[in-house]
Nanobody, 124 residues
Framework: VQLQASGGGLVQAGDSLRLSCAAS????????MGWFRQAPGKEREFVGH????????YYADSVKGRFTISRDNAKKTMFLQMNSLKPQDTAVYYC??????????????????WGQGTLVTVSS
């Protein structure tokens, strides 16, 4: 499956932004999906995960209550709604696909397919 993330940009602290991840080339609903981010000079970190049906989501503590992941399997697209953005949310955001559905969903190594990333910059 090929993935393409989009929707990043420059926003101010407290603003909202919605990222999209469009899939092609394979059956999107076969994959659980995740969002990761990588800030300058830091390792890639888990943001959140959504199961294949979209019925269950998991989030990193740092974004819980502010970010929401959803997906539209008919349109082969996943979304990341980011509210109450903070300067520390500044990073390149990546979407990824996996067949892992239980343990290890927060580990980048368990995701086989990756999008190219989209930059989110939050100014104070």
């Amino acid at each position: 499956v090929q993935l393409q993330a989009s929707g990043g940009g420059l926003v101010q602290a407290g603003d909202s932004l919605r990222l999209s991840c469009a899939a092609s080339g394979s059956t999107f609903s076969n994959y659980a999906m995740g969002w990761f981010r990588q800030a300058p000079g830091k390792e890639r970190e888990f943001v959140g995960h959504i199961r294949r049906s979209g019925g269950t989501t998991y989030y990193a503590d740092s974004v819980k209550g502010r970010f929401t992941i959803s997906r539209d399997n008919a349109k082969k697209t996943m979304f990341l709604q980011m509210n109450s953005l903070k300067p520390q949310d500044t990073a390149v955001y990546y979407c990824a696909a996996t067949t892992v559905v239980l343990s290890g969903i927060n580990q980048a190594v368990n995701y086989r397919y990756w999008g190219q990333g989209t930059l989110v910059t939050v100014s104070s």
